[in-house]
């Protein structure tokens, strides 16, 4: 990496034939997939050890509070994609202490916020365990659960922070080191736990929340050394005002996207536990893991296109890119998930057993169409992103998710199902889908 004076402007330059943008396009693609890959290989190694060693009811509950990060969300006021953002263009550029600046004022923000989230939840813990523990897990054990299930959440907004500013800075491969790290050392540490002493629910959400304590000190190292190897003096920036106003104003439509996950993702969750029970989670979650994780492997293959776009001055290119983002997209959802809903059922009793895979197989399909439509999202998600707009993502998440809460609404009357779900989640992504493509046209292009 090398810099020029034009203008009296210092912009960062390197190699084309070494680090070509299309090239470091492509590599920052293939370190995306290993960010998938990883974590994927452990929970599918993970999830039928600990459902047969503590059973479907506290496996429904171990989902229910190891989700809390993720719900704590609500929380976040999306400044992490607003530092990846920042970090790339600032760099671009040459303005290296702004980038500093926005990583510093992220990491001392989100360490607030995480403490506000872990407070929440312990003082709530006896509320989430009489509601969601059931008859068969007891209520004792399973406040503590969701108490330690609290210390992820400040674990989990810093480990973002690290892994955005290494996407800003196009290091693909040290994000995609983090999350697979978070992967294995938590659920790594819980299978420890189940096979080295008596299978036991705390036993099991102490270990995994400690494989979380270990990854961030881990991002947080590797942070310090990826910013003095780019020279970004992040010993030195100081958190401000003016890089909060600024990370804010890009971040603040983002928290619409946290607000409209939970309704997507986390309402399901939450609404299957109270009323049907947590061994029905655990059904859920089983019927939804790998069509997500389908949708999942187009977003981190498509991730990349987000500081491409921040930092690519050619509209052309970036819009070939995109398109070919967007069919290969298709493509690949389609194969993965028509082949996922055909031979449901042998897969998943290879996976799980026959006992459990009966149930999931049973809904699958429905949520297999819904990811389908899903994958379709990520180019211009990320895209819209880049380009500095999204409010377009926020508008368009919300409709996903409020519509998601809509059907389950309607479809309520006379109890609720898995079925009822599924079918609620389907027809929110039909619309979304429909409508998120035609907007993004309409809106990105434009000329």
């Not at 210092?10 to 943008?21: C, F, I, R, Y």
């Not at 503590?144 to 959440?153: E, K, N, T």
């Not at 389907?426 to 292009?445: G, I, K, P, T």
Request: a positive charge; proline letters at 5%.
């Amino acid at each position: 990496m090398s810099q020029v004076d034009i203008g009296g402007q210092a912009l960062v330059t390197e190699a084309p034939t070494a680090d070509s943008p299309g090239r470091r396009l492509a590599r920052n693609s293939g370190f995306g997939l290993v960010a998938f890959a990883v974590p994927t290989a452990v929970l599918f190694v993970a999830y039928p050890l600990l459902i047969h060693r503590i059973g479907p009811d506290a496996f429904g509950v171990f989902v229910i509070a190891s989700s809390l990060a993720g719900s704590m969300g609500l929380l976040d006021p999306g400044l992490t994609p607003a530092t990846t953002h920042f970090v790339a263009k600032d760099m671009a550029v040459g303005r290296r202490e702004d980038a500093a600046r926005s990583i510093t004022t992220s990491l001392l923000l989100y360490t607030a916020l995480g403490l506000i989230g872990c407070c929440a939840v312990w003082l709530a813990s006896p509320l989430l365990a009489s509601t969601f523990a059931g008859d068969a897990v007891d209520r004792d054990a399973a406040a503590w659960v969701f108490r330690l299930a609290g210390i992820q959440i400040e674990a989990y907004f810093l480990i973002n922070v690290c892994a955005g500013t290494f996407k800003g800075l196009h290091r693909f491969d040290w994000a995609a080191l983090v999350m697979s790290a978070l992967a294995i050392a938590s659920y790594g540490f819980a299978i420890a736990a189940s096979l080295l002493w008596r299978p036991d629910l705390v036993r099991i959400i102490v270990a995994y929340t400690a494989g979380y304590v270990a990854v961030v000190l881990l991002a947080l190292g590797l942070l310090v050394i990826v910013c003095r190897r780019f020279d970004i003096p992040i010993t030195r920036a100081r958190p401000s005002l003016s890089a909060l106003r600024r990370l804010i104003r890009f971040g603040i439509f983002m928290m619409g996207n946290t607000v409209a996950s939970f309704l997507l993702n986390q309402v399901q969750r939450f609404a299957i536990g109270a009323v049907i029970g947590p061994a029905a989670v655990t059904v859920y979650q089983l019927a939804t893991t790998i069509p997500g994780k389908a949708a999942s492997l187009i977003a981190s293959a498509t991730e990349s296109l987000f500081p491409f776009a921040s930092s690519c001055p050619d509209r052309a290119e970036l819009r070939r890119t995109y398109l070919r983002m967007v069919r290969g997209s298709a493509l690949v959802a389609f194969v993965l998930l028509a082949t996922l809903t055909i031979w449901r059922e042998p897969i998943l009793n290879w996976w799980l057993g026959v006992q459990t895979a009966a149930p999931a197989a049973e809904v699958l399909p429905l949520f297999a169409a819904a990811y389908f439509l899903i994958s379709l999202t990520p180019a211009p998600y990320y895209l819209a992103n880049g380009m500095g707009k999204p409010q377009l993502n926020t508008a368009c998440y919300l409709l996903d998710g409020v519509a998601n809460v809509v059907f389950l609404a309607l479809l309520l009357p006379g109890g609720l199902t898995l079925a009822k779900v599924g079918w609620a989640f389907l027809a929110a992504n039909v619309l979304y889908a429909l409508v998120y493509q035609a907007v993004a046209e309409l809106v990105l292009w434009r000329k």
